[in-house]
């Protein structure tokens, strides 16, 4: 059974960056897609970002491409989602999830969350103005 565990968030002023990481335990990492999605209090579900298998396809929700960052170390078992210029907006509960096993060699964040089956706890990040 995969594991995940969301650890970097916390209290971060406007224009501030975090990086998040997702630590994967009870089984390899390579046959999964990773994804990172976040949900606001009152909102849907958003997809923020993923990653596949061998991290040679990303994708970004439009809302926060060219400020956020996702890459995965496979032998360490760990997905980072570093997030840069950070926006009151980005203010939400991130989880990471995992998709798999997959052969599947891309990813697509669009509407996807419902693709993936293990998930983490989540953490908080909280975005002053």
């Known amino acids: 059974q995969l594991q995940l565990v969301e650890s970097g968030g916390g209290l971060v002023q406007s224009g501030g960056s975090l990086r998040l990481s997702c630590a994967v335990s009870?089984?390899?990492?390579?046959?999964?897609?990773i994804g990172w999605f976040r949900q606001a209090p009152g909102k849907e579900r958003e997809g923020v970002s993923c990653?596949?298998?061998?991290?040679?396809?990303?994708d970004y929700a439009d809302s926060v491409k060219g400020r956020v960052a996702i890459v995965r170390d496979n032998a360490k078992k760990t997905v980072y989602l570093q997030m840069n210029s950070l926006e009151p907006e980005d203010t939400a509960i991130y989880y990471c999830?995992?998709?798999?096993?997959?052969?599947?060699?891309?990813?697509?964040?669009?509407?996807?969350?419902?693709?993936?089956?293990?998930w983490g706890q989540g953490t908080q990040v909280t975005v002053s103005s």
């Open positions: 999830a995992a998709m798999g096993p997959t052969f599947q060699a891309w990813c697509a964040v669009a509407g996807s969350w419902r693709e993936y089956h293990y």
């Open positions: 009870g089984s390899t990492l390579d046959y999964y897609v």
């Open positions: 990653i596949s298998r061998s991290g040679g396809d990303t």
